[in-house]
């Protein structure tokens, strides 16, 4: 199959794939009846994972070849996607880019021995909702598989936020602004998404961890300062005020002038 067409088969899926995720998160007990993919070429790590999805309820399909795992999450309707960034066939990485690329926004979790913080970035950037490093303790999994089913479905109520003359539109996975496209990786969009429903209110980097990276880094990084100069220079550089301010000692604003 070509990459044109397997991209059509990707797009075919997304609103389908938009509305299983919404009944999802609407059910009291989501945990109970969603439905999980599992790309993982570990025997042992897989089979470990499968039993403790079971003992919880969930139905689990387990694939360990990486091609395999992106013609099932194009083809089915999965509510997690748990992915090892390293498979025979197709890596990880390359799976959920070319989901995000589409428009498939089911959640995904990267199971990965690569443990260093440009790894988890790299990860993140892609279009993953989170990030575990083997070895890893099953409730921990548990725990993230929850928090993402739990996330609000988006609806067309709210679909288009702004800031000024910025624009976002959650469905279409766009930003503009005075007109203009801007082009975002997806965990800068997943920054800016958060700085705007938090628009004129100061946000600290504290804040940005756990709700923007679902996780906490080692204080040391800088994967917040990096992203937020990134940002900056995406939707301030050659507008004609600035947006995205950071307040000295504290955080960081998106503040549009009255």
């Known amino acids: 199959m070509s990459q044109d067409d397997l991209k059509t088969q ?9 509305e299983a995720h919404e009944r999802l998160v609407a059910r009291a007990e989501p945990a ?6 599992l790309i993982e070429d570990d025997e042992s790590a897989a089979q470990f994972i499968l039993e403790g999805l079971k003992q919880h309820d969930y139905v689990t399909e ?16 999965y509510d997690v996607l748990i992915i090892d960034r390293m498979l025979p066939g197709l890596d990880g990485l390359s799976i959920v880019k070319m989901l995000r690329a589409t428009g498939h926004q ?3 979790i990267f ?31 548990l725990a993230r598989i929850t928090a993402l089913l739990r996330r609000p479905p988006m609806s067309e109520v709210g679909r288009i936020l702004h800031a000024g003359d910025l624009e ?17 990786q997806p965990q800068e969009f997943r920054l800016l998404e958060y700085l705007i429903r938090n628009k004129d209110r100061v946000v600290t980097r ?33 507008f ?14 998106l503040h549009v002038d009255a």
């Not at 109970?32 to 993919?37: G, H, Q």
């Open 32 to 37: 109970k009846s969603a439905r999980i993919l």
């Open 168 to 184: 976002m539109d959650l469905f279409k996975r766009t930003v503009r602004r005075a007109g203009k496209t801007i082009e975002l």
């Open 10 to 18: 990707l797009t075919v899926r997304r609103a389908k794939s938009r």
């Open 206 to 238: 504290a804040m940005l961890l756990e709700n923007v990276w679902d996780f906490d880094f080692d204080p040391e990084t800088s994967v917040v300062e990096t992203h937020i100069s990134r940002l900056r220079v995406k939707i301030d550089k050659g």
């Open 62 to 77: 387990h694939v360990s070849n990486g091609k395999v795992g992106l013609f099932l999450a194009a083809r089915e309707d």
């Open 111 to 141: 199971l990965t021995t690569m443990s260093g913080i440009n790894d988890r970035v790299q990860g993140l950037d892609a279009g993953a909702d989170d990030y575990l490093v083997k070895p890893f303790a099953f409730a921990e999994l």
């Open 106 to 108: 089911a959640p995904a």
């Open 240 to 253: 004609g005020s600035e947006l995205l301010r950071t307040v000295r000692g504290v955080g960081y604003c």
